[in-house]
């Protein structure tokens, strides 16, 4: 990838609306500077890593605070031994509070001109420093393959201020316009890689907690690599006019995370619970095209030997609907274990999550 140029700040436009949507049609992303309260993003990120903490991924030699990973217990997502720790990471009723913080909700409005529906199901990251023996960093992908549904634009904040060796976001401005790009198995986050020539310029900045990302769901992006000793945390949702289709996985919790009633089950408050409803979004199947492909891909991979399949074989063991398809995933990732020597214990409690 060439070298990159640096994010167009739309900070000065945060209070005008049809300048902003604007600039989203243009670039396909907007980069705004404190649009979260620095505080508010800072309480978050001390409750994700103190869970992280008692997980055993932050290295005892060093404060809390500080979030240096212990490089020995690294892990990503959906491996189990991940599952495990994120969890209660997921259900944090904070994190979920920050997502659809008011100002998030009423820059949304501005931009789409009519009340916003945040997306029930989101995201939330914990990228483990690159190693020799370990690398987590995602591809460039678009979102529209996993999200379906209506045009809708994600907001991506770091939990914390993240300079661009800590794994900062970079989009390809622009690119939004080429449409769906063909694609490729992948072993970043979405485990859909692009596998055709990308449009647009590549940019990127850092970030200090509260700023946040916001990208077109047909913007291709990627992060870069996490070169520090800390772990890189953050979260990201989707947002789209009320009035559009959503698809249904996009209304339900994180996989592996259980239900509602779970996820809001610790909670000490009613605040942000359902809040969905009261929108009645019209919800539709999501378009799993994309994913029978890249599936298809793995499964030849995996017949091969060919590691680079795992990832997106877990991702069927733990997220497929299809029962049998997700038989058919913990079989070859067996077969790929016996090929390729590696331990494949996480499966089976990954299917059962």
Not at 122 to 128: A, K, L, S, T
Not at 191 to 204: L, N, R
Not at 253 to 280: I, N, Q
Not at 298 to 316: H, N, S, T, V
């Amino acid at each position: 990838m060439d070298a990159m140029g640096e994010f167009l700040d739309s900070t000065e436009l945060m209070e005008d609306g049809p300048a902003l949507a604007e600039r989203l049609e243009r670039d396909g992303y907007l980069f705004l500077r404190g649009l979260l309260p620095r505080d508010a993003v800072m309480e978050v990120r001390r409750r994700m890593l103190e869970t992280a903490a008692e997980g055993g991924w932050l290295d005892p030699a060093h404060p809390v605070k500080k979030g240096v990973a212990n490089k020995a217990e690294a892990c990503k997502d959906p491996e189990e031994r991940y599952m495990r720790v994120f969890r209660g990471m997921w259900k944090d009723e904070e994190l979920h509070r920050l997502r659809i913080h008011p100002n998030v909700l009423a820059l949304f409005e501005r931009i789409f001109g009519e009340p916003v529906l945040a997306h029930p199901m989101f995201i939330q990251r914990n990228i483990f420093p690159q190693t020799d023996s370990f690398d987590f960093t995602t591809g460039a992908h678009q979102d529209k393959v996993h999200i379906g549904g209506a045009t809708n634009h994600a907001l991506w904040a770091p939990l914390g201020d993240c300079p661009l060796e800590k794994g900062a976001l970079a989009v390809a401005a622009g690119s939004h316009r080429a449409g769906v790009l063909d694609t490729r198995v992948g072993n970043g986050a979405g485990g859909m890689d692009i596998a055709a020539p990308i449009p647009g310029e590549w940019v990127t900045g850092a970030f200090e907690a509260g700023d946040a990302l916001i990208f077109a769901d047909t913007v291709v992006h990627c992060a870069l690599p996490n070169r520090t000793d800390e772990i890189r945390q953050s979260f990201d949702d989707r947002y789209q006019p009320a009035s559009k289709p959503v698809a249904d996985t996009n209304m339900v919790p994180y996989s592996g995370c259980g239900t509602w009633e779970e996820v809001y089950a610790g909670w000490s408050s009613d605040e942000g619970k359902y809040f969905w409803r009261a929108l009645s979004p019209t919800v539709v199947p999501l378009d799993r095209q994309y994913y029978d492909r890249r599936d298809r891909m793995a499964f030849d991979m995996a017949a091969e030997g060919d590691p680079a399949a795992r990832d997106a074989l877990l991702r069927i063991v733990q997220r497929d609907p299809d029962a049998a398809k997700r038989s058919r995933a913990e079989e070859a990732l067996r077969q790929l274990a016996a090929m390729t020597g590696r331990q494949e214990s996480g499966a089976t409690h990954v299917a059962s999550a």
